[in-house]
């Protein structure tokens, strides 16, 4: 079955601290990764993909992910993390062939001072 | 428009009430979709319009959930009789035609009272 699991519900992470959020995925297909972030109140903001090639790829907000096939995971880092990194991130998995993405439960960051 | 944009913002209804959310897609975004995300909840999909193509509504979850897509453009999501377990955030999103990549709306708050 096709499924993304993000393990975090909630992570905590002090201001200026390193941040990695998990992403595993079951997928059939070629994957294609994205990571999605929601502030609250809001909807939600693409920050980074992963279609093909390099497989560390780079987004906005100074984010990145490394996507592993070996194990089939797709994990968001920040070297550094901000206070308005405080939101929810989403893993999802996808095809070209398949509009309809996968979507992970999500991981709420929580940055403390 | 730059981005999608979805009215209302927010949305109280009584019991009962049928209720109308708007999306007006990004301009030259073939592809929308529909998704429900329930508090504490990942993203739910709903309904996927794509070109003049027929949709999939495969993910409404009952007969009172109907979509439409007018001039390839803007779609209106209609729940009639709502239901206190209708209470959402309905997101919208758009994407061009043989992209995966989704960009969302700031969704729309329907509150059932």
């Known amino acids: 079955a096709q499924s993304v699991t993000q393990p975090d519900i909630h992570i905590t992470v002090s201001e200026g601290a390193s941040l990695e959020l998990r992403c595993n995925y079951s997928y059939g297909a070629t994957p294609y990764l994205f990571w999605y972030v929601q502030s609250p109140g809001q909807g939600l903001q693409l920050l980074l993909k992963y279609f093909s090639g390099d497989t560390l790829v780079q987004g906005i907000k100074g984010f990145e992910a490394e996507f592993k096939r070996s194990q089939s995971s797709f994990n968001l880092r920040k070297p550094s993390v901000h206070w308005s990194d405080a939101a929810e991130y989403f893993c999802a998995v996808g095809a070209q062939s398949n509009y309809q993405l996968i979507w992970g439960a999500g991981t709420k960051l929580i940055i403390k001072p | 428009g730059a981005g999608v944009s979805q009215s209302p913002s927010n949305k109280v209804t009584e019991k009962g009430k049928d209720v109308e959310l708007r999306c007006d897609p990004i301009?030259?975004?073939?592809?929308l979709y529909w998704y429900r995300q329930s508090l504490g909840q990942g993203l739910e999909f709903l309904i996927y319009f794509q070109g003049n193509s027929a949709p999939d509504k495969s993910g409404l979850p009952s007969d009172r959930f109907s979509a439409e897509r007018t001039g390839g453009s803007v779609s209106t999501l209609t729940i009639q009789r709502t239901q206190q377990e209708d209470s959402a955030v309905y997101l919208c999103?758009?994407?061009?035609?043989?992209?995966?990549?989704?960009?969302f709306g700031q969704g729309t708050r329907l509150t059932v009272v």
């Open positions: 301009s030259g975004h073939t592809a």
């Open positions: 999103a758009s994407s061009l035609t043989g992209r995966p990549e989704a960009f």
